[in-house]
Protein backbone atom coordinates (compact mmCIF):
# COMPACT_ATOMS: atom_id res chain seq x y z
CA UNK A 1 0.00 0.00 0.00
CA UNK A 2 1.53 2.93 -1.18
CA UNK A 3 2.30 6.15 1.81
CA UNK A 4 0.22 9.17 -0.61
CA UNK A 5 -2.48 6.38 -0.29
CA UNK A 6 -2.96 6.29 3.38
CA UNK A 7 -2.67 10.13 4.24
CA UNK A 8 -5.52 10.14 1.54
CA UNK A 9 -7.41 7.68 3.21
CA UNK A 10 -7.08 10.18 6.28
CA UNK A 11 -8.38 13.00 4.54
CA UNK A 12 -10.98 11.41 2.56
CA UNK A 13 -12.85 10.68 6.44
CA UNK A 14 -11.87 13.77 7.86
CA UNK A 15 -9.34 12.42 9.92
CA UNK A 16 -6.68 14.54 9.35
CA UNK A 17 -7.24 17.73 11.23
CA UNK A 18 -5.76 21.22 10.86
CA UNK A 19 -5.27 23.88 14.57
CA UNK A 20 -3.26 23.74 17.65
CA UNK A 21 -3.09 20.27 19.04
CA UNK A 22 -2.26 18.81 22.65
CA UNK A 23 -0.74 15.31 21.26
CA UNK A 24 -1.10 12.58 23.35
CA UNK A 25 2.98 12.71 23.87
CA UNK A 26 2.65 15.91 25.54
CA UNK A 27 3.80 17.59 22.40
CA UNK A 28 2.05 20.37 20.31
CA UNK A 29 1.35 20.22 16.58
CA UNK A 30 -0.43 22.19 14.06
CA UNK A 31 -2.09 18.30 12.20
CA UNK A 32 -3.74 15.97 14.28
CA UNK A 33 -4.45 12.61 12.85
CA UNK A 34 -7.75 10.95 14.05
CA UNK A 35 -7.62 7.30 13.77
CA UNK A 36 -11.00 6.62 15.29
CA UNK A 37 -12.29 8.55 11.98
CA UNK A 38 -10.73 6.01 9.22
CA UNK A 39 -10.61 2.77 11.30
CA UNK A 40 -14.97 3.36 11.77
CA UNK A 41 -14.58 1.83 8.28
CA UNK A 42 -13.99 -1.91 8.96
CA UNK A 43 -13.17 -2.08 5.53
CA UNK A 44 -10.30 0.11 5.91
CA UNK A 45 -9.17 -1.04 8.64
CA UNK A 46 -8.80 -4.94 7.46
CA UNK A 47 -7.13 -2.98 4.29
CA UNK A 48 -4.33 -1.39 7.14
CA UNK A 49 -4.14 -4.04 8.58
CA UNK A 50 -3.70 -6.54 5.78
CA UNK A 51 -0.33 -3.77 4.39
CA UNK A 52 1.03 -3.88 7.31
CA UNK A 53 0.90 -7.70 7.86
CA UNK A 54 2.53 -8.11 4.74
CA UNK A 55 5.66 -6.65 6.04
CA UNK A 56 5.77 -9.22 8.59
CA UNK A 57 4.52 -12.44 6.71
CA UNK A 58 7.90 -14.57 7.12
CA UNK A 59 8.98 -13.65 11.10
CA UNK A 60 6.53 -16.37 12.49
CA UNK A 61 4.74 -13.63 14.77
CA UNK A 62 3.11 -15.85 17.08
CA UNK A 63 1.19 -13.01 18.90
CA UNK A 64 0.29 -9.10 18.16
CA UNK A 65 0.06 -6.71 21.08
CA UNK A 66 -1.29 -3.04 20.70
CA UNK A 67 -1.32 -0.27 23.60
CA UNK A 68 -5.19 0.81 24.33
CA UNK A 69 -7.12 2.14 23.24
CA UNK A 70 -5.58 3.90 20.44
CA UNK A 71 -3.89 0.33 18.90
CA UNK A 72 -6.62 -1.83 19.28
CA UNK A 73 -8.26 -1.89 16.36
CA UNK A 74 -5.28 -2.10 14.20
CA UNK A 75 -3.75 -4.39 16.46
CA UNK A 76 -6.28 -6.87 15.95
CA UNK A 77 -6.58 -6.11 12.27
CA UNK A 78 -3.05 -6.74 11.80
CA UNK A 79 -3.22 -10.53 14.18
CA UNK A 80 -6.13 -11.62 11.85
CA UNK A 81 -3.92 -11.08 8.44
CA UNK A 82 -1.32 -13.10 10.24
CA UNK A 83 -3.20 -15.68 11.50
CA UNK A 84 -1.57 -14.43 15.07
CA UNK A 85 -3.18 -14.06 18.37
CA UNK A 86 -4.06 -10.35 19.50
CA UNK A 87 -4.40 -8.98 22.82
CA UNK A 88 -3.47 -5.62 24.65
CA UNK A 89 -1.88 -3.42 27.82
CA UNK A 90 -3.41 -0.63 29.31
CA UNK A 91 -2.88 1.94 31.46
CA UNK A 92 -3.56 1.56 35.18
CA UNK A 93 -2.16 4.28 37.85
CA UNK A 94 -0.54 5.78 34.81
CA UNK A 95 1.65 2.69 34.39
CA UNK A 96 1.51 0.69 31.37
CA UNK A 97 0.07 -3.17 32.36
CA UNK A 98 -0.94 -6.50 31.27
CA UNK A 99 -4.39 -7.20 32.71
CA UNK A 100 -7.49 -9.18 31.54
CA UNK A 101 -5.83 -12.69 32.80
CA UNK A 102 -3.46 -12.11 28.65
CA UNK A 103 -0.70 -14.36 29.32
CA UNK A 104 2.40 -14.67 27.72
CA UNK A 105 4.10 -17.72 26.47
CA UNK A 106 7.97 -17.74 27.26
CA UNK A 107 9.79 -16.70 24.02
CA UNK A 108 6.22 -15.98 22.22
CA UNK A 109 7.17 -13.95 18.82
CA UNK A 110 5.66 -10.68 19.46
CA UNK A 111 4.94 -8.09 17.11
CA UNK A 112 3.55 -4.73 18.76
CA UNK A 113 0.73 -2.42 16.67
CA UNK A 114 0.02 1.24 17.28
CA UNK A 115 -1.90 3.57 15.22
CA UNK A 116 -0.30 6.38 15.23
CA UNK A 117 4.09 6.97 16.67
CA UNK A 118 4.68 10.34 17.77
CA UNK A 119 7.51 9.84 20.18
CA UNK A 120 7.44 5.74 20.35
CA UNK A 121 6.92 6.37 24.00
CA UNK A 122 4.09 4.03 24.64
CA UNK A 123 5.48 1.60 22.38
CA UNK A 124 8.48 1.40 24.14
CA UNK A 125 6.20 0.92 27.60
CA UNK A 126 4.45 -1.62 25.94
CA UNK A 127 7.78 -3.66 24.40
CA UNK A 128 8.84 -3.36 28.10
CA UNK A 129 5.25 -4.76 29.78
CA UNK A 130 5.57 -7.44 27.19
CA UNK A 131 9.31 -8.08 27.50
CA UNK A 132 8.60 -8.18 31.15
CA UNK A 133 6.00 -11.04 31.13
CA UNK A 134 8.61 -13.04 28.37
CA UNK A 135 8.03 -11.71 25.43
CA UNK A 136 10.17 -11.84 22.27
CA UNK A 137 9.00 -8.70 20.51
CA UNK A 138 10.85 -8.26 17.63
CA UNK A 139 9.02 -5.84 15.76
CA UNK A 140 7.00 -2.72 15.86
CA UNK A 141 4.69 -1.19 13.32
CA UNK A 142 2.11 1.73 13.37
CA UNK A 143 0.12 2.86 10.21
CA UNK A 144 1.89 6.41 10.36
CA UNK A 145 5.05 7.68 12.03
CA UNK A 146 4.86 11.22 12.77
CA UNK A 147 8.25 11.26 14.24
CA UNK A 148 9.80 11.64 10.63
CA UNK A 149 11.77 8.44 11.24
CA UNK A 150 13.09 9.40 14.72
CA UNK A 151 11.25 7.23 16.74
CA UNK A 152 13.62 4.59 18.66
CA UNK A 153 11.95 1.93 20.41
CA UNK A 154 14.77 -0.60 20.35
CA UNK A 155 13.49 -3.09 18.26
CA UNK A 156 13.19 -2.75 14.18
CA UNK A 157 9.33 -1.18 13.17
CA UNK A 158 8.15 0.20 9.91
CA UNK A 159 5.17 2.24 9.37
CA UNK A 160 2.63 2.41 6.33
CA UNK A 161 2.90 6.27 5.99
CA UNK A 162 5.05 9.26 7.54
CA UNK A 163 3.29 12.95 8.40
CA UNK A 164 6.03 15.16 8.31
CA UNK A 165 4.22 17.90 10.12
CA UNK A 166 6.81 19.04 12.88
CA UNK A 167 5.67 18.42 17.06
CA UNK A 168 7.18 20.70 19.08
CA UNK A 169 7.38 21.45 22.81
CA UNK A 170 4.87 23.76 23.70
CA UNK A 171 7.72 26.63 24.56
CA UNK A 172 8.98 26.03 20.85
CA UNK A 173 5.57 26.48 19.60
CA UNK A 174 4.50 29.51 17.31
CA UNK A 175 0.79 28.73 17.98
CA UNK A 176 1.55 29.27 21.57
CA UNK A 177 3.63 32.11 21.27
CA UNK A 178 0.90 34.00 19.65
CA UNK A 179 -1.46 32.73 22.25
CA UNK A 180 -3.51 30.70 20.88
CA UNK A 181 -4.90 27.76 23.37
CA UNK A 182 -3.90 24.13 22.23
CA UNK A 183 -7.19 21.46 21.83
CA UNK A 184 -6.51 18.13 23.10
CA UNK A 185 -7.94 16.24 20.16
CA UNK A 186 -11.30 14.47 20.96
CA UNK A 187 -12.38 16.49 23.72
CA UNK A 188 -13.98 18.90 20.77
CA UNK A 189 -13.50 17.21 17.60
ZN1 LIG B 1 1.23 25.12 21.21
Not at 36 to 41: C, G, M, N, S
Request: with cysteine.
Amino acid sequence: MRSEAVIDAFRAAGALLEGHFLLSSGLHSSNYLQCALVLQDPVRAEEFGRAIAERFQDQGIELVASPAIGGLIIGHEVARALGAKFLWTERSNGQMTLRRGFTIRPNERTLVVEDVMTTGGSTRETIETLQAAGANVVAAASIIDRSSGAADVGVPRIALAELNVPSVESRDCEACARGELAVKPGSRV
